[in-house]
């Protein structure tokens, strides 16, 4: 299946234009192999609000105190109200004195140009609650990928990325049009990229120039491939240094690039977060499989039709995370199933 073919679909539903505690063992999912590392723990509360998101923070055990943190999210396509809100996030960024960081996107729309982008990070309210940094304004440079990558021998992101000593990566989990869903791999991946290193991505190392992006699309798992080694490049340099926490909330199939994304048809699920990313994107997988079939048909076909979870296979095997762990209620009760419902 080409990649191609996908971008063909998005663009006939709508414009692509950006981009107490008790513990419970992970239920395998159908394409699972061996864990290759001893289960990581993977934190998660119900509460969706500012405290939630405080608390989810603070029981990873990880201080950020002392260090200059960037905060990376999607600031969300003009158009897109799905992407996590000012008042949700504030008060996490401003205890930790953070700069909000994003990059360009590769893709025309509204955050492409920087002037753009400036523009929508101000309609939606980021300006408000801290510093935005968009991280290729003025630079990219390269990193490299993990051992045994096949499509990128380098990984090229926003230069700014590397003036911070601390990261919380914060993702909204969601579906997404063109990786089957967007959660920590893909905010690490596409999101740090520069516009040229979301071109060497999206066409699994055969261009940087985004005016020839959307004629070097490669195979669908290719692509797939591509982004879990990206993603690893950027674990591999945050090292102890990072934090990751998930919201699941607004879950549409479609990412926050989309300025015209499907409505939502499952329920807000929580809040997760973990040290390790991939462990962190295979239990909000898992609780997508675990929720209501009927409310979730529509999401699960989108991330099998596009190999989504497939960059969960791929990272555990580039060795920077597993998908291997154990599930931590921090609400004083059960945490829920990720037992798959058909």
């Given at each position: 299946m080409k990649h191609f073919f996908i971008f063909t679909l998005i663009a006939?539903?709508?414009?692509?234009?950006?981009?107490?505690?008790?513990?419970?063992?992970?239920?395998?999912?159908?394409?699972?192999?061996?864990p290759l590392k001893e289960a990581a723990t993977v934190y998660?509360?119900?509460?969706?609000?500012?405290?939630?998101?405080q608390k989810a923070y603070k029981a990873l055990g990880r201080s950020?105190?002392?260090?200059?943190?960037a905060v990376k999210i999607s600031t969300g396509e003009a158009g897109n109200n799905h992407y996590l809100q000012p008042a949700l996030i504030g008060p996490l960024v401003k205890s930790l004195n953070g700069?909000?960081?994003e990059c360009n996107t590769a893709y025309g729309g509204s955050r492409q140009?920087?002037?753009?982008?400036?523009q929508t990070i101000e309609e939606h309210g980021f300006n408000a609650i801290a510093k935005v940094v968009i991280m290729d304004e003025f630079a990219e440079t390269e990193i490299p990928t993990p051992a045994g990558s096949k499509f990128l021998k380098k990984d090229l992101i926003g230069a700014a990325f590397t003036n911070y000593t601390g990261f919380v990566i914060l993702n909204h989990f969601k579906g997404h049009q063109m990786g089957g869903f967007g959660g920590a791999l893909k905010n690490l991946s596409i999101g740090v990229g520069s516009t040229s290193g979301k071109a060497r991505i999206h066409t699994a190392g055969k261009t940087d120039d985004a005016g020839k992006l959307w004629a070097n699309l490669p195979e669908q798992k290719d692509f797939i491939e591509s982004m879990a080694e990206a993603a690893g490049a950027v674990v591999n340099y945050m090292g102890d240094r990072a934090v990751y926490i998930s919201v699941?909330?607004?879950?549409?199939i479609d990412c926050d690039c989309n300025g015209h994304p499907a409505k939502p048809e499952m329920a807000d699920v929580g809040i997760l977060a973990s040290l390790d990313p991939v462990a962190l994107d295979k239990a909000c997988v898992d609780l997508v499989y675990a929720s209501d079939?009927?409310?979730s048909a529509s999401l699960r076909k989108r991330m099998e039709d596009m190999l989504g979870p497939h960059i969960l296979d791929r990272a555990e095997e580039l060795g920077y995370g597993t998908k291997n762990y154990k599930l931590v209620s921090l609400d004083g009760n059960e945490p829920p199933s990720t037992k798959r419902v058909d």
């Open positions: 006939a539903a709508s414009a692509l234009t950006a981009c107490s505690q008790t513990a419970t063992q992970s239920e395998p999912s159908k394409t699972s192999v061996k998660f509360t119900h509460d969706i609000s500012p405290e939630g998101l950020l105190e002392g260090k200059k943190v700069d909000i960081v140009e920087t002037s753009k982008h400036r699941m909330n607004n879950i549409s079939p009927q409310k």
